[in-house]
């Protein structure tokens, strides 16, 4: 098998899933704008072949790398990145090299494209809160008088909360419009709820091998633009509607072959149209892991191996790693500098010396979601985790 991997040194432990299936007996050819020199030794070992190209985003720099690959090793089996930022392109790569094994160019906007996502999960039965595409402010207006203050706009393509914005008054709206980027947006009803995404590595059938659930905070977009700090955690279980919410929407949808997180809303307030207390709402579609050290912390909630799953759902389109039956919460807690804390490194790393499975400092590109530091633990019950976020997190 000839799997071409794109940008196996970005995120920093994606080289696993190069390392797995390598060790499954395929060629993992890898893709990147890192100079081979300077790349990791593990990132190195993990891979047959690198080309190195100085512009990911140049397309037919892109089209020279796999064409060299095909080349030298045949023919291709697989494109893939597992990075939102490069879907996109691995669409577009597929259907120029003929590789069947994943979304071709002319399939992927629906996965893309928020106001694309709304039929397949009316097809789910699944609910979702009303969005429009707002191409002027008279657009905008419009949809306001049919769903009010406050609203959310984001752009149509747009990976996590950047240039997000929550507008709640005519004012915002006019400010908005002067500054938002020069990119397609959308507008969609505020919904109060809290997060949590069914996350899960599916085969060739559209069939789960493996399932997660993590609880995220209320807005992704407060703790950037407020500096607030990030926790998360990835939960030991999932409730069943949940599970049943997300095996409808990868039906719907069609998804096949992926590892995919995708966001529900709990509605922590009935609303009109959507639901009771407690429903489940749509939120957004990602066909990739989550972001972050998530499928980390995955592996840890569930004494698993989701690289391993991965990489055998690939080869062998089967999950050849069984339940180890042992899942806890496994609790990421972000720390800034620009906050002072009541418990000091020490002090964190002492009581939970027991828990703690990874502490670092984070890499700036991740800092503004992520925190500069951050602590992330292993833990029993949700209510130990959320006591691990206090103490942590507490501000003098």
């Not at 100085?54 to 893939?80: H, P």
């Not at 010396?353 to 503004?368: C, K, L, T, W």
Request: aromatic share 12%; hydrophobic share 40%.
């Amino acid at each position: 098998m000839n799997f071409v991997y794109i940008s196996p040194h970005f995120p920093r432990t994606y080289w696993l899933f190069c390392d797995r299936l390598k060790r499954n007996g395929a060629n993992v050819l890898g893709i990147g704008d890192c100079p081979y020199e300077a790349l990791e030794e593990h990132v190195k070992a993990s891979l047959t072949e690198y080309y190195f190209v100085g512009n990911m985003q140049d397309y037919d720099q892109m089209l020279r790398a796999v064409g060299f690959f095909t080349f030298k090793y045949g023919k291709i089996d697989w494109i893939e990145s597992n990075n939102e930022f490069w879907l996109e392109q691995d669409a577009q790569l597929r259907t120029d090299f003929h590789v069947t094994t994943g979304e071709q160019a002319d399939g992927i906007g629906r996965l893309k494209h928020k106001s694309s996502m709304k039929p397949y999960y009316k097809k789910a039965g699944v609910a979702t809160a009303r969005l429009a595409q707002i191409p002027t402010i008279k657009d905008a207006k419009a949809f306001l008088k049919k769903v009010g203050y406050p609203v959310i706009v984001k752009p149509d393509i747009g990976v996590g909360a950047n240039d997000t914005y929550r507008l709640d008054t005519d004012a915002e709206l006019e400010w908005f419009f002067k500054e938002k980027p020069p990119v397609p947006y959308v507008m969609e009803e505020f919904v109060t709820g809290n997060i949590y995404s069914y996350d899960a590595i599916v085969s060739s059938a559209g069939e789960p091998l493996f399932e997660s659930m993590t609880a995220w905070p209320p807005s992704i977009m407060d703790i950037v633009l407020k500096q607030t700090d990030l926790a998360y955690y990835v939960a030991a279980d999932m409730p069943d509607d949940l599970r049943k919410a997300g095996r409808e929407t990868v039906k719907a949808f069609g998804v096949k072959s992926r590892f995919v997180h995708l966001e529900f809303f709990r509605l922590t307030e009935a609303k009109k149209g959507l639901g009771k207390k407690g429903a489940i709402v749509g939120l957004e579609v990602n066909m990739r892991p989550a972001g972050g050290y998530t499928p980390d912390m995955m592996n840890f909630a569930h004494s698993t191996d989701v690289y391993q799953i991965w990489a055998d759902m690939v080869t062998a389109d089967a999950r050849l790693l069984p339940d180890s039956g042992d899942h806890q919460f496994c609790v990421y807690a972000g720390r800034r500098d620009c906050h002072d804390y009541v418990h000091t490194h020490d002090e964190v790393m002492a009581r939970y010396a027991d828990n703690i499975v990874m502490h670092e400092a984070m890499p700036p590109m991740m800092q503004p979601q992520m925190g500069n530091y951050m602590y992330t633990a292993r833990l029993r019950t949700e209510e130990d985790a959320k006591a691990f976020i206090r103490f942590v997190q507490e501000q003098r």
